[in-house]
């Protein structure tokens, strides 16, 4: 059983990201309005970057960074985790988000409720507002996050130390062109504590479908055909 520790460590690292992230899309609107200006999407970007990418290196070798349902789910579907481990670090990353967007309402309450604490609001204008075309969108960006956290943390033969950057590099560069289409979850927690403090749920449920579809297929192909080719072959 993974040590207590790690389940916090969870809780602390989501908790970063709902606050540190939705924080960034309040100070933007203040900053910049309601639109999706250049600068505002590259301070979003970067706030949801750089909590990832530090927390990766904070508490990766505690948890192993997850942060995220749909990476857990990932990792207990290729037997990374094991399932009851995995039910607790998803609980924790779901008290962690809440605890962040209260904090959020707490600190900024005018601020965040104009952003409804961050939560995204499903597939925007320049999907022609389509459900699928925003599951699609969710999938396809997670598929990639977990593709570089497979092959960044979990590879044997990875380059040592630059998961952190990987990742928080990659969760940068989803917020980019994810943002103007459908304010890039790729992470059902990041979704669900904002949801939940702000009571706006409309298309929640894609925003938890989306990414565990994608991290699933991400994890089974980088898993068996990359991950586990280069274990067997260190033991070889």
């Known amino acids: 059983m993974v040590n207590p520790r ?3 460590a969870e809780a ?6 709902v606050f540190f992230g939705p924080l960034a899309i309040g100070l933007a609107a203040v900053a ?16 949801h970057g750089a909590a990832i990418g530090l927390m990766v290196y904070a508490f990766g070798h505690v948890s192993g960074g997850h942060f995220n349902p749909a990476v857990t789910i990932s990792m207990i579907v290729t037997k990374r985790i ?13 008290i962690g988000a809440i605890a962040a967007a209260a904090s959020y309402k ?10 409804n604490y961050g939560t995204q609001g499903g597939p925007s204008a320049l999907l022609h507002n389509s459900v699928s ?35 928080g590099g990659m ?3 989803i917020h980019l062109v994810g943002v103007p289409l459908t304010g890039a979850s790729v992470n059902p927690a990041r979704t669900f504590g904002p949801a939940l403090i ?5 298309y929640h449920w894609m925003y938890w479908a989306a990414p565990i579809t994608g991290a699933i297929i991400a994890g089974l192909i980088m898993n068996y055909v990359f991950a586990k080719k280069a274990e067997q072959e260190e033991t070889a």
């Open 6 to 8: 790690a389940w916090l």
């Open 82 to 94: 094991n399932i009851k481990d995995g039910i607790v670090y998803i609980i924790s990353q779901l």
């Open 32 to 47: 910049y309005g309601t639109g999706l200006s250049v600068q505002a999407i590259v301070m979003i970007s970067l706030a």
């Open 106 to 115: 707490a600190i900024l309450p005018d601020i965040g409720a104009k952003v």
């Open 198 to 202: 702000s009571g706006f749920w409309d």
């Open 12 to 17: 602390i690292g989501t908790y970063c990201l």
């Open 133 to 167: 075309s925003g599951f699609a969108v969710e999938a396809i960006l997670t598929f990639f996050l977990v593709t570089v956290i497979f092959m960044t943390a979990v590879h044997k033969k990875a380059p040592a130390g630059m998961y952190g950057l990987a990742i």
């Open 171 to 173: 969760i940068f560069l």
